[in-house]
């Protein structure tokens, strides 16, 4: 941590902080970045203790636990095959929590919340790199549109609580999270876990091929999720803009890129095989972050390379426990069980 990070997370020293979805993989890296500075008192939330989708139990975490500073990190999250497969629920979830944690902070006292919104949020076609301005231009990739625009859609509900009521939420857009303790199950990984699993899988059954999903054409911008912690912490400490912020590395990856790296890492000599009738996401994903540079000083600091090689590196020292574990659990959202019971 640079010295411009200490001076500005050097603010937070006697601020009590909520810290939704804690327990998570950006959580628990926030959650530890910010016990590393001395914060004056931390309460770390969970979807176990606290269903935010449910406006009184949302209320009722900012009552009970009074806070300075609000960082929502509370989210349903899932790659494109779990989106595809629930996309009500992706957006029922994501707008009930997002909307139920600014009133709860409006209403309870709490000085700043941030929300973390999503690079998915953008137009499917938007200009690259994607700036700020650009999210509201058109509709996002059909796979995840329902995640992206309750996300979008929690952003304006903050301006216009701003402008009715004068509380002010920071939103942060992040861009793809990768890094030690990302989702490695089967059903609910990323982009980066999935092809690490099925390299390795590959290698040690000493197969000719693997098959990718698409044609190895789109790009992402992956960040570190050290990085992501850092620039969370610092939006609480220093950001005072309601705008959408872009969080992200700033550079671009294509996907045929990235299996090359995780290939080369892992020893794998087999071949690509790309099945083009699955879809390719998003075509391009590269995020513009002058505006985090400009409102807290964020400046991304760990090489895609070396990010990659602590992952594999992580997965392998960790992949007894994480490949016995139980699929992870989904909760209906309380408009499926309503649904569930009316059609029973």
């Known amino acids: 941590m640079g010295v411009h990070d200490e001076a500005a997370l050097a603010r937070l020293r006697d601020k009590r ?4 979805g804690g327990r998570g993989f950006l959580g628990t890296e926030v959650v530890r970045l910010l016990r590393s500075v001395g914060v004056g008192s931390i309460h770390v939330g969970s979807s176990l203790e606290h269903d935010l989708r449910i406006t009184e139990k949302a209320f009722a975490l900012v009552q009970t636990h009074p806070a300075d500073i609000v960082i929502n990190l509370a989210a349903r999250l899932g ?24 009133d709860a902070c409006r209403l309870h006292g709490v000085a700043k919340l941030v929300n973390i919104g999503t690079v998915c949020s953008y137009p499917k ?21 329902p995640y992206g625009i309750s996300k979008r859609a ?24 990768y890094g030690p303790g990302d989702d490695f199950r089967d059903e609910t990984s990323h982009v980066i876990p999935a092809i690490i699993k099925k390299v390795l899988r590959a290698k040690e059954l000493s197969a000719p091929e693997i098959v990718a999903w698409g044609d190895g054409s789109p790009s992402r911008d992956f960040l570190h ?34 299996i090359d790296h995780i290939i ?5 000599e087999g071949s690509i095989a790309w099945d083009t009738s699955k879809p390719n996401g998003q075509p ?15 400046e991304p600091e760990k090489p895609f390379a070396r990010g990659l090689e602590e992952t594999v590196a992580w997965y392998l020292a960790n992949r007894s426990e994480i490949d016995h574990q139980a699929p992870k659990h989904r909760d209906l959202s309380p408009f499926d069980a309503v649904r569930s019971s009316s059609a029973g």
């Not at 391009?284 to 964020?298: E, H, N, P, S, Y």
Request: charged share 20%.
């Open 264 to 268: 080369r890492i892992v020893g794998y």
């Open 154 to 177: 929690t952003i304006v509900y903050s301006q216009a609580v701003k402008a009715q009521y004068g509380f002010s939420t920071v939103n942060l857009l992040l861009t793809n999270l």
């Open 125 to 145: 076609n938007a200009p690259v790199p994607f700036r700020e301005e650009h999210i509201w231009d058109g509709f996002p990739e059909e796979t995840n549109g």
């Open 79 to 102: 790659g494109i095959g779990d989106n595809r497969a629930h996309p009500a629920s992706y957006f029922y979830d994501n707008l009930m929590i997002g909307v139920n944690m600014i």
């Open 225 to 258: 999720v050290h990085d992501a912690a850092r620039a969370v912490a610092l939006a609480a400490a220093a950001c005072e803009d309601s705008r959408p912020v872009n969080v992200g590395s700033g550079t671009e990856v294509r996907i045929k890129a990235l």
């Open 284 to 298: 391009r994903r590269v995020l513009d972050i002058t505006l985090a540079r400009q409102l807290f000083g964020f």
């Open 17 to 20: 902080i909520i810290v939704t």
